[in-house]
Structure formats: structure tokens, C-alpha cells
């Protein structure tokens, strides 16, 4: 406890042991030990009695002195290194050289503990003896811990590591969350609120100023993202930057090239939609990215695939098509919908361009003006099959809102044109435009649209319509449309038509089968939750997840079944029976 106390020249508890076993007199040895070991202030000896007649240990009133000076140490040491004295960095190594020999001592410890975390550059030597004791490294403020990280990679990792697991399992937490609504869902929290969460709050304090400490944490997130293609990963390295943004940490934004660009995204998703004056920032952030700087784009790519941005972008695009149906407008005729393309292009690529490291954007429009073939059939096929499928809902609408005596004939088409089809399975940004434009539709309530086009999306690119994002949001959006459950037609386009033909083989689908089906099950067709309920029953290979989900969907379907009333139990009409005599004119039996 009282070890390094002798290096300093300070007798401790072996000294005065040793004393008492070699002196004749032990009563004066311990008055001649206290003398010498004890506060070296002249006046207290003589008004060290009035605190014995008041039956205060002297062992309590050294404490209490001890403390005392202790936490004006401390105060003093923070001041010397607020301070501008050119020496004060000189005064504080003076002071750690001192005092280090009793960082074990845990009442010291808080004092040498305070001189680490105001040295801008720590001793190596000490360094290391801090990171070689694990007490001593859990105790040091992360001042401190920053120095050891920065040279040590693998043990930064490990401080790092759980904290990347905690946000994603956070992450996937929110996609199967049982609320089930269009105005809580995945994407409702604002920028600002996303960076309170504790593990982005956590993440920015070890890294401070440090810069490469940020790019550890960069390189690491990057390493994972291609591991596990987890696009969390990518609204982790937004988030962060933008993190520091908030803090004003001009040390690390001024270094990363993708500062200003996530800067100005992050407004766009703040407000949901990309206008033209920050579109134009943006086209002038991806036109400025120069030769020799080609690495940006990995990163860009990186911010442009995290979902919250993906999220704004195809919102903005759906949109932007909406006006150009407005205005008879053609898609390849609009500078901003070719931009918002451009940044879908990019996200959607980002795990090709870090794994192949090429980094060549994938250009809709090169330098002559001339489209890549495969982008060319986007614009040029795609978007008018999808605008005429969009004139169909629009054409539909109104028809049903004029008078009876105009109305005509027409019937909702039941097929999708041929292209949009083929691209909702060949290319991913159609496919993406594709699912959004399904909530789109489920977002107006158009029924027929739906049935129209759940059907497509069982086959699309890289079973993108079976991700977690997709179905969190489509089983919300399906809430606004509860009231159609109670038709077999509808119930058998959502489920046999789309839902449950991945079930089986994805167990992420089966799971949000049972999220919506523990939402409405009061409004879907009773005949079909019967079936649905034998369709929906999990194996003994299912997770702890969907057994879970299941027993909740049973227990309240059993509870629905107890507060209905039963066929034989038929309300009295306080009448008692009578009975009638028989007679030969009266047969008892037909």
C-alpha cells in the first residue's frame, strides 16, 4: 500500500517496525517517528493536545489535512496547464518524476493521475508502465489512453471493438422493433439526435484531436463494412465525422476530404430531400475531387451507402419524377435527377470500389457527354416505364374521383411494363427506386398499385426487396392500408404473393412476417390468420427471435379468442321455458 515511499525518502510501516523491534524505549521511538514523519509546522506541535482532549484521532486529523492538500495539488496542476508559463510542461514532467513512484498508492494515485492527463506528451517509459499495468491502464483518464492507442494499435482495437458491435446490434434492434408505424420508424430520428447515441458520444471522446486515432477508427470501419457488408458501418463514419463537426474539431475536419460533402448531405437528410441549391454544392464537392485523389471517392461512396443518406436520395427522387410527370418532362432532361442518380450510383457501389480498390466513379455522364451503356438503359428505359407506371396510379385516381356519370370503364392495369420488370432484377439502382416507389404507394394508400407490384418484387436485384431495411419500412407503411386486410384478395397479395415466398429460406422475412402479422392480426381475415399461424410456426432450428415472436402472436391471438363472445353463449332474455303438452295433435318429432 505504502510502496515508493522509500524512493522518495520517506520512512514507511517497514521502517517503523524496524525501529520498534531495535529501540529499548518504544513510547519515545513512536513520539521521535511522529516528529520526524509528521506535518513539519512548528506551531501544530503545541495544538496537537487540544484535538486529543477533544478525542480526535490523530489519525482522522492528518486525513483530513491530507485531503485537503491533495485537492489543491490537483487544482494546481490543472491551473499550471491551463496556464501560458513556457515552462509549465517542464514543471508538470518535474512534478511526474516525483510523484510516480506512488502511483500505486491509492491516495496519491489521483495526484500522478492528474499530472498524465495534463502532459500533452507523456515519458515513454511511463507510458509503458501505465499500459503494462492493467490497473493502472484502467484507471488513466483517456487523455492518456490516446497516447498509448496511437502506438498501439491492436489495443485500441480491442477498446474499439465492442462498442462497433454494440451500435450494430443497435442498429438491427431498431429494424425488428414491434412498433410498427410510419412516424416512429428507422429513419425518424434527426441527424443531431442519431450522434447523442452513446456509442458515437463514446467513439469522439477517444479520439479527441487525435488524428490518427480517427483514421484508425476510419480503417477499421472500412475493414468491417467489407467483411460483412453491413451498411451500418457506412452511418457509422458519417456520424462520427459529423460528430466532431458538432464539437468544432477543426484538427481532424480540415483533414478529411469528405468534410464539406457530409456536411451539406447531412442537411439534406436532416430535411429529407435534396433541393437544387444543395445539389449543386454537391455535383461541385464530386466535380472537384481531382487526379491523384481518387482515394475520396472510396470514402464518398462510404457516405453516400449509409442508409439515412440512400433514404434522402431516392425520396428526392421519386419526387423529382413526380415533377417531371407534372411538367411532361423527360428524365434525362433534368440536371438534378441526373446528380441524384450520379450520388445513388456511388453509394450503391461502394463495396465494389474499397474491395477492388478502382476507384473510378461510376459516371452517368462522361466528360463527352456520352452515357455508359448500362446507366444509359436506367435513364432511358427504366425511368419511362416507371414514370408510365406512375401515370397509370395517377390516371386511376382521378378516375375514381369524378362523377359517376363521367367515370368510364376503365379497369386498374394488372401487368408492369417489360423494363421495369427486367431492371428491378438487373440493375440496383432501379431496383432501389423500384422498393421505394412501393412505399410510395403504400404511403397513398393505393391498394391495386400494391397488388399491382408486390408480385415484381419477389425476384429483384440481389434480393434487395428481402433486406431488413425494405420490410421495416413496407410493414409500416402496410399499417396505413390495415383496413384491406379484411379481404382474402389482399391478404393473399401481401403474404402468398410477396412475403411468404422467402420466408422459409430467410429467417430475417419470417421475422417480419410475425412483426406485422402481431400488429394487425385484430384486421386481418381471421380465415387467413389460421393459416397463416400453420404456415408461420417456427422449427426447431429457428432462432430465440422468431420463437419468441411467435409465442407473443400466439398468447395474443388466445387472449382475442377468450374476450369474444362464444356462438353458445347467446345473451338471456329473462324467459323461462314453458313446457307444452303433448297431445296426439301435437307430434313431438318431424
Same mark, same amino acid.
Given at each position: 500500500?505504502?510502496?515508493?515511499?522509500?524512493?522518495?525518502?520517506?520512512?514507511?510501516?517497514?521502517?517503523?517496525?524496524?525501529?520498534?523491534?531495535n529501540?529499548?524505549e518504544?513510547?519515545?521511538?513512536?513520539d521521535?517517528? @511522529?516528529?520526524e514523519?509528521?506535518?513539519?509546522?512548528?506551531?501544530?506541535?503545541s &495544538?496537537?493536545p487540544?484535538?486529543?482532549?477533544?478525542?480526535?484521532?490523530?489519525?482522522?486529523?492528518?486525513q483530513?489535512?491530507?485531503? =485537503?492538500?491533495?485537492?489543491?495539488l490537483m487544482?494546481?496542476?490543472?491551473?499550471?496547464?491551463?496556464?501560458?508559463?513556457?515552462?509549465?510542461y517542464? +514543471?508538470?514532467?518535474?512534478?511526474?518524476? /516525483?510523484s510516480?513512484?506512488?502511483?500505486?498508492?491509492?491516495?496519491?494515485?489521483?495526484?500522478?493521475?492528474?499530472?498524465?492527463?495534463?502532459?500533452?506528451? *507523456?515519458?515513454?517509459?511511463?507510458?509503458?508502465?501505465?499500459?503494462?499495468?492493467?490497473?493502472?491502464?484502467?484507471?488513466?483518464?483517456? $487523455?492518456?489512453?490516446?497516447?498509448?492507442?496511437q502506438?498501439?494499435?491492436?489495443?485500441?482495437?480491442?477498446e474499439?471493438?465492442?462498442?462497433? +458491435?454494440q %451500435?450494430?446490434?443497435?442498429?438491427?434492434a431498431a429494424?425488428?422493433?414491434?412498433d410498427?408505424?410510419?412516424?416512429h420508424?428507422f429513419?425518424?430520428p434527426?441527424?443531431?439526435?442519431?450522434?447523442?447515441? $452513446?456509442?458515437?458520444? /463514446?467513439?469522439? @471522446?477517444m479520439i479527441?484531436?487525435n #488524428?490518427?486515432l %480517427?483514421?484508425? #477508427?476510419?480503417?477499421?470501419?472500412?475493414?468491417l463494412?467489407?467483411?460483412?457488408?453491413n451498411?451500418h458501418?457506412?452511418?457509422?463514419?458519417?456520424?462520427?465525422?459529423?460528430?466532431?463537426?458538432?464539437l468544432?474539431?477543426?484538427e481532424?475536419c480540415s483533414?478529411?476530404?469528405?468534410h464539406?460533402?457530409?456536411?451539406c448531405?447531412?442537411?439534406?437528410?436532416?430535411e429529407?430531400f435534396?433541393?437544387?441549391?444543395?445539389a449543386?454544392?454537391?455535383?461541385?464537392?464530386?466535380?472537384?475531387?481531382?487526379?491523384g485523389q481518387? =482515394?475520396?471517392l472510396g470514402?464518398?461512396? !462510404?457516405?453516400?451507402?449509409?442508409?439515412?443518406?440512400?433514404?434522402t436520395?431516392?425520396?428526392s427522387?421519386?419526387r423529382?419524377?413526380?415533377?417531371?410527370?407534372?411538367?411532361? &418532362?423527360?428524365?434525362?432532361?433534368?440536371?438534378?435527377? !441526373?446528380?441524384?442518380?450520379?450520388?445513388?450510383?456511388?453509394g450503391?457501389?461502394?463495396?465494389? !470500389?474499397?474491395?477492388?480498390?478502382?476507384?473510378k466513379e461510376?459516371r452517368?455522364?462522361?466528360?463527352n457527354?456520352?452515357?455508359?451503356?448500362?446507366e444509359?438503359?436506367? *435513364?432511358t428505359?427504366?425511368?419511362?416505364?416507371?414514370l408510365?407506371?406512375?401515370?397509370?396510379?395517377?390516371?386511376?385516381t382521378?378516375?375514381?374521383?369524378?362523377?359517376s356519370? =363521367?367515370?368510364?370503364?376503365?379497369s386498374?392495369?394488372?401487368?408492369?411494363?417489360?423494363?421495369?420488370?427486367?431492371y428491378?432484377?438487373?440493375?440496383?439502382?432501379?431496383?432501389?427506386?423500384?422498393?421505394y416507389?412501393?412505399l410510395?404507394?403504400? /404511403?397513398?394508400?393505393?391498394k391495386? &398499385?400494391?397488388?399491382?407490384?408486390l408480385?415484381a418484387? *419477389?425476384?429483384? %436485384?440481389?434480393?434487395m426487396?428481402?433486406?431488413?431495411?425494405?420490410?421495416h419500412?413496407?410493414?409500416?407503411?402496410?399499417?396505413?392500408?390495415?383496413?384491406e386486410?379484411g379481404?382474402?384478395?389482399?391478404?393473399?397479395?401481401?403474404?402468398?404473393?410477396?412475403?411468404?415466398t422467402a420466408?422459409?429460406?430467410?429467417e430475417?422475412?419470417?421475422?417480419?412476417?410475425?412483426?406485422?402479422?402481431l400488429?394487425?392480426?385484430q384486421k386481418?381475415?381471421?380465415?387467413?390468420?389460421?393459416?397463416?399461424?400453420?404456415?408461420?410456426?417456427?422449427?426447431?432450428?429457428?432462432?430465440?427471435? *422468431?420463437?419468441e415472436l411467435?409465442?407473443k402472436l400466439?398468447?395474443?391471438?388466445e &387472449?382475442l379468442?377468450?374476450?369474444?363472445?362464444?356462438?353458445?353463449?347467446?345473451?338471456s332474455l329473462?324467459?323461462?321455458p314453458?313446457?307444452?303438452?303433448t297431445t296426439?295433435?301435437?307430434p313431438t318429432?318431424?
Amino acid at each position: 500500500m505504502f510502496a515508493g515511499l522509500p524512493e522518495l525518502g520517506i520512512s514507511n510501516g517497514e521502517d517503523l517496525k524496524e525501529t520498534l523491534t531495535n529501540c529499548t524505549e518504544p513510547l519515545k521511538a513512536i513520539d521521535q517517528f @511522529q516528529t520526524e514523519n509528521g506535518i513539519l509546522l512548528p506551531t501544530l506541535q503545541s &495544538a496537537l493536545p487540544f484535538l486529543d482532549l477533544h478525542g480526535t484521532p490523530r489519525l482522522e486529523f492528518h486525513q483530513s489535512v491530507f485531503d =485537503e492538500l491533495r485537492d489543491k495539488l490537483m487544482e494546481r496542476v490543472a491551473t499550471i496547464a491551463e496556464g501560458k508559463d513556457e515552462d509549465r510542461y517542464g +514543471k508538470l514532467k518535474e512534478l511526474l518524476e /516525483k510523484s510516480f513512484p506512488l502511483v500505486k498508492m491509492p491516495s496519491i494515485q489521483p495526484v500522478v493521475m492528474q499530472v498524465l492527463k495534463h502532459l500533452p506528451k *507523456v515519458p515513454e517509459k511511463k507510458l509503458k508502465l501505465v499500459m503494462a499495468d492493467k490497473e493502472l491502464y484502467k484507471v488513466c483518464a483517456v $487523455e492518456v489512453k490516446r497516447q498509448i492507442w496511437q502506438e498501439n494499435q491492436a489495443l485500441f482495437g480491442d477498446e474499439v471493438s465492442p462498442l462497433l +458491435k454494440q %451500435y450494430i446490434v443497435a442498429k438491427e434492434a431498431a429494424l425488428f422493433s414491434s412498433d410498427l408505424s410510419i412516424l416512429h420508424n428507422f429513419f425518424s430520428p434527426s441527424p443531431k439526435a442519431r450522434r447523442q447515441g $452513446e456509442v458515437v458520444l /463514446k467513439l469522439t @471522446q477517444m479520439i479527441g484531436k487525435n #488524428v490518427k486515432l %480517427y483514421d484508425m #477508427v476510419l480503417q477499421f470501419l472500412r475493414t468491417l463494412f467489407l467483411r460483412t457488408r453491413n451498411v451500418h458501418y457506412c452511418t457509422l463514419r458519417a456520424e462520427l465525422l459529423m460528430s466532431l463537426h458538432d464539437l468544432d474539431i477543426s484538427e481532424i475536419c480540415s483533414v478529411d476530404s469528405c468534410h464539406k460533402f457530409t456536411w451539406c448531405l447531412d442537411a439534406c437528410i436532416r430535411e429529407k430531400f435534396v433541393d437544387a441549391k444543395r445539389a449543386r454544392e454537391l455535383q461541385g464537392f464530386l466535380d472537384g475531387v481531382k487526379k491523384g485523389q481518387d =482515394e475520396v471517392l472510396g470514402d464518398l461512396s !462510404m457516405i453516400l451507402c449509409d442508409p439515412f443518406a440512400s433514404n434522402t436520395l431516392v425520396l428526392s427522387t421519386v419526387r423529382n419524377l413526380q415533377e417531371l410527370l407534372s411538367q411532361d &418532362a423527360l428524365p434525362r432532361d433534368s440536371p438534378d435527377l !441526373m446528380l441524384l442518380l450520379r450520388m445513388l450510383s456511388l453509394g450503391q457501389g461502394a463495396w465494389d !470500389m474499397i474491395d477492388s480498390q478502382v476507384f473510378k466513379e461510376p459516371r452517368l455522364l462522361h466528360s463527352n457527354n456520352s452515357l455508359m451503356r448500362r446507366e444509359l438503359d436506367v *435513364v432511358t428505359r427504366f425511368l419511362p416505364a416507371m414514370l408510365s407506371v406512375l401515370v397509370d396510379d395517377y390516371t386511376f385516381t382521378v378516375e375514381q374521383k369524378l362523377p359517376s356519370e =363521367e367515370k368510364t370503364s376503365l379497369s386498374y392495369p394488372t401487368a408492369l411494363p417489360d423494363n421495369f420488370n427486367k431492371y428491378l432484377h438487373e440493375n440496383r439502382v432501379a431496383c432501389e427506386m423500384g422498393l421505394y416507389y412501393a412505399l410510395h404507394i403504400a /404511403k397513398q394508400r393505393n391498394k391495386n &398499385a400494391l397488388q399491382r407490384l408486390l408480385p415484381a418484387l *419477389v425476384e429483384t %436485384y440481389n434480393d434487395m426487396a428481402f433486406g431488413d431495411i425494405f420490410l421495416h419500412l413496407l410493414t409500416a407503411h402496410l399499417t396505413l392500408l390495415s383496413d384491406e386486410f379484411g379481404t382474402e384478395e389482399f391478404c393473399s397479395a401481401v403474404f402468398d404473393g410477396f412475403l411468404l415466398t422467402a420466408f422459409s429460406s430467410k429467417e430475417n422475412v419470417h421475422r417480419h412476417n410475425l412483426r406485422l402479422l402481431l400488429h394487425l392480426h385484430q384486421k386481418v381475415l381471421p380465415s387467413c390468420v389460421e393459416t397463416l399461424v400453420k404456415t408461420l410456426e417456427p422449427s426447431k432450428q429457428s432462432s430465440d427471435q *422468431v420463437k419468441e415472436l411467435f409465442t407473443k402472436l400466439t398468447e395474443k391471438l388466445e &387472449a382475442l379468442k377468450k374476450s369474444l363472445p362464444q356462438p353458445d353463449e347467446a345473451p338471456s332474455l329473462g324467459l323461462h321455458p314453458v313446457k307444452v303438452p303433448t297431445t296426439a295433435s301435437t307430434p313431438t318429432s318431424l
